[in-house]
């Protein structure tokens, strides 16, 4: 599985951004799939997910705020997020659900300014 995060960038708190994941050699239209972050000296936790019948779950954290969402004609997941908070700041990665240990790549980081 190659997974390829990105869209991420500095935001001023209570900005938006929309975060995409290009998902190649994986069978992704049966496959779950999910948003996780890792915050400096956090360890990383799932934010958003999408099962292949595309219900969503999302961690109390961000919900209201976050919209997880899927397009099987490109293989890619997307996070639309919304009245970002500075506790938002982290490094977002992509990955199956459950995840796949070595499929994490280089995420993409987000930060948002108070």
């Known amino acids: 599985v190659q997974l390829q995060a990105s869209g991420g960038g500095l935001v001023q708190a209570g900005g938006s951004l929309r975060l995409s994941c290009a998902a190649s050699r994986i069978a992704f239209r049966f496959t779950s799939m999910a948003w996780y972050r890792q915050a400096p000296g956090q360890e990383r936790e799932l934010v958003a997910s999408?099962?292949?019948?595309?219900?969503?779950n999302y961690a109390d954290f961000v919900k209201g705020r976050f919209t997880i969402s899927r397009d099987n004609g490109k293989n890619t997941i997307y996070l639309q997020m919304s009245s970002l908070k500075p506790e938002d700041t982290a490094i977002y990665y992509c990955n199956t659900l459950p995840s796949r240990p070595n499929s994490w790549g280089q995420g993409t980081q987000v930060t948002v300014s108070s």
């Open positions: 999408i099962t292949s019948s595309w219900a969503t």
